[in-house]
């Protein structure tokens, strides 16, 4: 009979690369867990293991097994994060799941202005991609979720929306920084540029910015984040079209950022479940986050 510490040694085998570090992972002696896995083996009439000596290199019976596995566990990591995120609703915690913009720049200034507050509760912080925070919104395991699209109305409500427009980012010492200009497509045409991936909303709407204007957009170097390319800007790499709050990042590490015409859209809204009694911390973190948002470069 195959019992569930089986598929626990066999698990922990997989994600370590060995035997002795799986033992060590589940406090059980490396005996017990060769024997829990040769048991296993036997009780499903497979061979998830080649083994030469001491080592031991799954084989693709043990590799197709394991995907099902992570995908069990995974469902019962979600029921237990499921129990936590009801337990905490009454415990005093806001569940907050923001977009990399917002969370990698302005989040540790809005969390000390929230915490200034009296009996604030405690912030479980989720920095995740807009389709990832509104799936946690769906899924009731956050209380508000900031996000650059819109979730369906049975999904959540709009709280609050922080309409703003992308920035260039330089290096400080660039010809083109200057606070007061306003850079175009034309005057970047010959600048190396550090782009964000390719297909995402914003890259597009840059790419066609440039296309408008006839001017060539020279890709220099590609990142996921727009955190990522503040900090390749600030190793000479190029210049970058940006959000705001990373202009403002980027600003207070020495760099430089500029306005850009035409306007790329980066606004991004608020969005809750909740409803009553229980939107006043909600509403009251908005408030913190609006006032830092009013503080960025073009605001």
Known sequence: ???????EAFRAVMQSGSV?????????SQPSVSRLLADLEAGLS???????GTRMTPTTEGIELYDEVERSFLGLARVLDTAEQIRTRHAGVLSVATIPALGNTLLPEVLR???????????HLHIVPSQQALSMLAQRRCDIAFASIAPAPEIGRQVAAFPMHGRVILPATHRLADATRTLTPELL???PMVALAAHSLMRVETEQAFAHRGVPFHVAIETMQAFSAAQLVQAGFGCAVVDPMTARAHEALGGASCAFEPAIDFSFGAYAWRSGDQM????????VVAMAVAALPGH
């Open 1 to 7: 009979m195959v019992t569930h510490r089986m598929v």
């Open 20 to 28: 002795t570090r799986a033992a060590g992972m589940l406090n059980i």
């Open 46 to 52: 497979l061979k998830l293991f080649d083994r030469r």
């Open 113 to 123: 202005g929230f915490q200034a507050l009296a009996g604030t509760p405690v912030v």
């Open 189 to 191: 045409a010959d600048e």
């Open 280 to 287: 006043g911390w909600i509403e009251r973190f908005v408030a």
